[in-house]
């Protein structure tokens, strides 16, 4: 069962330490990293906002550039493997000839 906590603590020398998991390596281990504080409150702060950096930075790594013509048709191109050819033509069509015209961007 996984662990569940804010992973806050009191370390021998007084300090209270955080600990957040800030990437995984390739075998989906998790690399840590750590903040420090002299009150509880100092650290749980600073935790909540290396995470939310972490997220953030995560999101622009993961958002796409380009127009939606172009990630429809990288779309339309991965599902052709998963779907039967007329269900490819009828999305194409779709995409082609309503969904495309009404944003305003040219077909082809």
Same mark, same amino acid.
């Given at each position: #069962?996984?662990?569940?906590?804010?992973?806050?603590?009191?370390?021998?020398?007084?300090?209270?330490?955080?600990?957040?998991?800030? %990437?995984?390596?390739?075998?989906?281990?998790?690399?840590?990293?750590s903040?420090?504080?002299?009150?509880?409150?100092?650290?749980?702060?600073?935790?909540?906002?290396?995470? #939310?950096?972490?997220?953030?930075? %995560?999101?622009?790594?993961?958002?796409?550039?380009?127009?939606?013509?172009?990630?429809?048709?990288?779309?339309?191109?991965?599902?052709?493997?998963?779907?039967?050819?007329?269900?490819?033509n009828?999305?194409?069509?779709?995409?082609?000839?309503?969904?495309?015209?009404?944003?305003?961007?040219?077909?082809?």
């Amino acid at each position: #069962m996984a662990r569940k906590g804010e992973n806050i603590y009191r370390r021998k020398d007084g300090r209270w330490e955080g600990r957040f998991i800030k %990437a995984r390596s390739a075998d989906s281990s998790p690399k840590y990293g750590s903040v420090y504080g002299k009150s509880y409150g100092e650290v749980k702060k600073n935790l909540l906002e290396k995470q #939310m950096q972490i997220k953030e930075q %995560a999101q622009k790594e993961n958002t796409p550039s380009g127009c939606f013509s172009e990630f429809a048709q990288q779309w339309l191109a991965s599902a052709s493997k998963n779907i039967k050819e007329s269900t490819y033509n009828n999305y194409a069509d779709y995409l082609d000839k309503h969904i495309l015209p009404c944003l305003g961007v040219s077909v082809k």
